[in-house]
């Protein structure tokens, strides 16, 4: 019996973008097949379940072979066995290093080792996401992790340098690194509202204003560590609670830019005190290891809780902050007004991407 068939030849790798993220979201060649025949590949093509299985086998082949290119990015242009035009290969390197941020919430935090890849199992049960794509996203985190941690200059364009990716994900990397790197504590139960994006927020601010990296750009390690003499010198904000007069004098300042403005006025009055002491007292704790990578809780339990309890909204949570901070300015005793502004200005954005009313 003869057999008629139509063959071209040209040397572009031929890559699906569909076949491509099911291959990255870890199904076998039989389930791919499965959900591409669902999605009415064979009536669009007039092809086969034979032909569609050797196409997708032959491009999950394909993948495979690319995967220790797209694991180096910056090799992937100059490589000569995969004919790719540069369009496309940016779209595999950004799709390959794509995460679920839901898995990303899972680890964020915790040692990138050996100990926390074994728990992959139970994140995967956890979130539904396929154990082989568990791996990839927990590898690319560990393996950018190991190229940046110690390299000079801003951690963005470090990531972006070494690993070509956009800004928005070179981003969300960065925050990987920077929790992972700081071993901030986020899987408490009372921490469990807050998203991977919630906390990828507060780590861009931590980042922008607490490192080193936020006085000279190219210290060492500047975007993965806070700088120690700033968090030694939030010391000498608990002047602001220690001094009774000027205690009391910030409450009367804030009370007098907020009397009518806000529906919880009374609460904020009689509560004053102790808010302020709360953030004060998370300032003055930041030299102890421990205290930093309480911060994020420590926020909630004692100011955030707090304030949601009273059923204060964030319109009342932005402008109480506001003139909070700003009040502390016009205290006649008060001198570490740099300081104040370093620390308050990033509490106040966290604390109002951290509150959910």
Known sequence: MSMELDVFVGNTTIMDEEVYQLWLDGYTVSDAVKIRMEGGVL?????????????????????????????????????????IPPQRQAMLIERYYEFDSVFAREVLGKKLSKGTKKDLDDISSKTGIALKSCRRQFDNFKRVFKVVEELRGPLVENIQHHFLLSDALARDYAAIVFFANSRFETGKRKLQYLSFQDFAFCAGQLISYWTVGAVDSMMEDMDVELEKEFLHDLKDLKVLINDKDMLDQHKSLVCGQLK?????????????????????????????????????IDLVEKFIEPCRSERWTVGDLRLFLTHYISCAHTLDTFRHQIIWDRYMSVIKSCILKMYHD
């Open 43 to 83: 009536s669009e093509c007039e092809a086969t379940s034979e032909v569609l299985l050797s196409d997708t086998m032959d491009q999950f082949r394909t993948f495979q072979m690319c995967e220790r290119l797209l694991q180096s990015p910056t090799k992937l242009a100059n490589q000569l066995l995969f004919q």
């Open 260 to 296: 009518g403005k806000i529906k919880v006025f009374n609460e904020m009055e009689a509560n004053f005190k102790n808010l302020s002491r709360a953030l004060v007292n998370i300032a003055s704790k930041l030299t102890h290891t421990k205290d930093v990578r309480d911060l994020f």
